[in-house]
């Protein structure tokens, strides 16, 4: 790609998707691309994605961030997974924590060992053989290897209006225009139907080769002027309403989020710096917006900062990302419930599968579909992932806890359900993003009964089976004694001196 035929990108809509974008292409892009962001400040921003699953160390990587200063910039903490309480049944909470659990022996994975002990009547809890969920659950916090080389692989929570903020600084730095206004057109050229420009309420013409759609749930761009269409999977996930208010910091400063399962849905906790975010995910059919509004405020860890905001939303993705010379990314490209933390990694997603292909104006047909396929497989395997979590319950008795155990599923996620059942055999499928010790910390912490198991596991002796979990356990205690504290980790570390450590009592 020569100078002078750089591509012009224009990117509709600022927030984390937009400012997420230009900060990627004006890192990797060739120089004399031309990169112009149109926001207006006249349009807020959804900003319910305030928690990250690890793959945004990749990201914040690329872009050279520091992480210290990106943890002062955003107001943000750490995290070691996501605990779900009472998703099975009132009172009863699991963590789907980040890492492994326990260690594989021969040819098979863990699980196949834990669920012959299960069996046996000698099993402990999964959070025994998790170094994430033994340092979530005491409050503690390690960056790296411990000492006995273990890695602990850890997200963010973060305020989402403070992170695009941080990245806008970072793209102007590197010649990124920033032009305020609001689009009131999208012209098209009449032959292809390619973009051709943005035409603002002011009546100035926005000019490019390739744009990015970031206009949230309007999707002017890829849906507005594209025609894409949209797929929706409410029949799947049916919640279709969010209430969210950010409150005073209170009670732990946990290193995990929390999702707790309410009467209609589930309501979200992350604690920040400066606040807690929280939210309450509900289905209109079963909870009215002042019934959520006040389930919502009524379970809260401190006094509350705003009024409680209503976000209205379906369930799913448009049928295709990019079309013609648009892509689109965030919740121009759909929506997924944040209970796994997977919106904003599904900007990253987008916006690393873009770099790889980087088009010299509008890309090539072949590369578009083939971009639009890897989507809609990602797309449709985390899906299932959600409705997993949905339909393993047994909260009987409550109307929409019982719609959502009967209801139709993903033919994919059926087949991985028997799959499980059966044997206990899980599958990653090529790329998908939830890895097999995900899977069977939400099957087994949802309480899907594995009828059997690999016969293989049969073949270690039971004394030598117990030894193995025993010592598992020991050896992961032993590395969460010396951690520091999440709290005093993240302000020592943040502050740039060494953080405390303690022994336990």
């Given at each position: 790609?020569?100078?002078?035929?750089?591509?012009?990108?224009?990117?509709?809509g600022?927030?984390?998707?937009?400012?997420?974008?230009?900060?990627?292409?004006?890192?990797?892009?060739?120089?004399?691309?031309?990169?112009?962001?149109?926001?207006?400040?006249?349009?807020?921003?959804?900003?319910?994605?305030?928690?990250?699953?690890?793959?945004?160390?990749?990201?914040?990587?690329?872009?050279?961030?520091?992480?210290?200063?990106?943890?002062?910039?955003?107001?943000?903490?750490?995290?070691?997974?996501?605990?779900?309480?009472?998703?099975?049944?009132?009172?009863?909470?699991?963590?789907?924590?980040?890492?492994?659990?326990?260690?594989?022996?021969?040819?098979?994975?863990?699980?196949?060992?834990?669920?012959?002990?299960?069996?046996?009547?000698?099993?402990?809890?999964?959070?025994?053989?998790?170094?994430?969920?033994l340092?979530?659950?005491?409050?503690?916090?390690?960056?790296?290897?411990t000492?006995?080389?273990?890695?602990?692989?850890?997200a963010?929570?973060?305020?989402?209006?403070?992170?695009?903020?941080?990245?806008?600084?970072?793209?102007?730095?590197?010649?990124?225009?920033?032009i305020?206004?609001?689009?009131a057109?999208?012209?098209?050229?009449?032959?292809?139907?390619?973009?051709?420009?943005?035409?603002?309420?002011?009546?100035?013409d926005?000019?490019?080769?390739?744009?990015?759609?970031?206009?949230?749930?309007?999707?002017?761009?890829?849906?507005?002027?594209?025609?894409?269409?949209?797929?929706?999977?409410?029949?799947?996930?049916?919640?279709?309403r969010?209430?969210?208010?950010?409150?005073?910091?209170?009670?732990?400063?946990?290193?995990?989020?929390?999702?707790?399962?309410?009467?209609?849905?589930?309501?979200?906790?992350?604690?920040?710096?400066?606040?807690?975010?929280?939210?309450?995910?509900?289905?209109?059919?079963?909870?009215?917006?002042?019934?959520?509004s006040?389930t919502?405020?009524?379970?809260?860890?401190?006094?509350?900062?705003?009024?409680?905001?209503?976000?209205?939303?379906?369930t799913?993705?448009?049928?295709?990302?990019?079309k013609?010379?648009?892509?689109?990314?965030?919740?121009?490209?759909?929506?997924?419930?944040?209970?796994?933390?997977?919106?904003?990694?599904?900007?990253?997603?987008?916006?690393?599968?873009?770099?790889?292909?980087?088009?010299?104006?509008?890309g090539?047909?072949?590369?578009?579909?083939?971009?639009n396929?890897?989507?809609?497989?990602?797309?449709?395997?985390?899906?299932?992932?959600?409705?997993?979590?949905?339909?393993?319950?047994?909260?009987e008795?409550?109307?929409?806890?019982?719609?959502?155990?009967?209801?139709?599923?993903?033919?994919?996620?059926?087949?991985?359900?028997?799959q499980?059942?059966?044997?206990?055999?899980?599958?990653?499928?090529?790329e998908?993003?939830?890895?097999?010790?995900?899977?069977?910390q939400?099957?087994?912490?949802?309480?899907?009964r594995?009828?059997?198991?690999?016969?293989?596991?049969?073949?270690l002796p039971?004394?030598?089976?117990r030894?193995m979990?025993?010592?598992?356990?020991?050896?992961?205690?032993?590395?969460?004694?010396?951690?520091?504290?999440?709290?005093?980790?993240?302000?020592?570390?943040?502050?740039?001196?060494?953080?405390?450590?303690?022994?336990?009592?």
């Open positions: 790609m020569t100078e002078e035929a750089a591509t012009q990108f224009v990117i509709a600022g927030g984390t998707a937009g400012w997420m974008c230009a900060a990627a292409i004006s890192r990797f892009a060739p120089p004399g691309t031309a990169i112009t962001l149109v926001e207006s400040d006249a349009i807020g921003t959804v900003g319910v994605g305030e928690a990250t699953i690890p793959q945004i160390h990749l990201f914040n990587s690329a872009l050279g961030l520091d992480e210290a200063e990106f943890l002062r910039e955003t107001r943000g903490s750490f995290k070691l997974g996501i605990e779900f309480d009472g998703w099975r049944r009132e009172g009863e909470a699991y963590m789907h924590a980040f890492g492994d659990i326990g260690r594989p022996l021969g040819l098979l994975p863990f699980h196949h060992y834990w669920l012959r002990a299960k069996e046996a009547g000698f099993a402990k809890p999964l959070q025994r053989f998790s170094l994430n969920e340092a979530a659950r005491t409050m503690r916090m390690h960056r790296g290897k000492a006995q080389g273990r890695e602990m692989p850890y963010y929570h973060f305020d989402a209006g403070l992170y695009a903020a941080y990245l806008r600084k970072f793209a102007e730095a590197r010649g990124v225009t920033r305020e206004g609001k689009i057109d999208v012209v098209q050229d009449s032959e292809s139907g390619d973009i051709t420009a943005l035409t603002l309420e002011s009546g100035e926005i000019q490019g080769s390739f744009f990015i759609d970031c206009t949230g749930f309007r999707a002017l761009l890829i849906d507005g002027a594209l025609g894409v269409g949209f797929d929706d999977w409410s029949r799947y996930l049916p919640c279709n969010a209430m969210a208010v950010p409150c005073e910091g209170g009670g732990d400063f946990t290193p995990y989020t929390r999702a707790i399962a309410r009467k209609a849905g589930w309501q979200w906790r992350i604690p920040l710096q400066h606040r807690i975010g929280n939210g309450l995910v509900y289905c209109s059919d079963y909870l009215s917006d002042d019934e959520a006040e919502l405020l009524a379970n809260l860890d401190g006094k509350p900062l705003a009024d409680p905001r209503p976000i209205h939303f379906t799913g993705k448009r049928r295709v990302h990019w013609n010379n648009c892509l689109a990314v965030g919740l121009a490209a759909g929506f997924m419930e944040p209970m796994e933390s997977t919106s904003i990694h599904l900007i990253q997603s987008a916006i690393s599968r873009f770099m790889a292909v980087l088009p010299n104006g509008r090539e047909q072949a590369t578009i579909d083939w971009f396929a890897q989507v809609d497989f990602e797309w449709e395997r985390i899906r299932d992932f959600l409705v997993l979590h949905y339909t393993a319950n047994e909260r008795g409550e109307p929409f806890w019982d719609h959502v155990r009967t209801m139709e599923l993903p033919g994919t996620l059926t087949a991985k359900l028997e499980w059942k059966a044997s206990g055999f899980i599958h990653r499928e090529h998908e993003l939830f890895t097999e010790v995900g899977w069977f939400v099957l087994a912490g949802q309480g899907v594995a009828e059997g198991y690999n016969p293989i596991a049969d073949a039971e004394a030598d089976l030894a979990l025993d010592e598992t356990e020991l050896a992961l205690i032993e590395q969460v004694k010396p951690m520091p504290r999440h709290l005093d980790f993240l302000q020592s570390y943040v502050s740039g001196a060494a953080p405390r450590t303690e022994v336990p009592a």
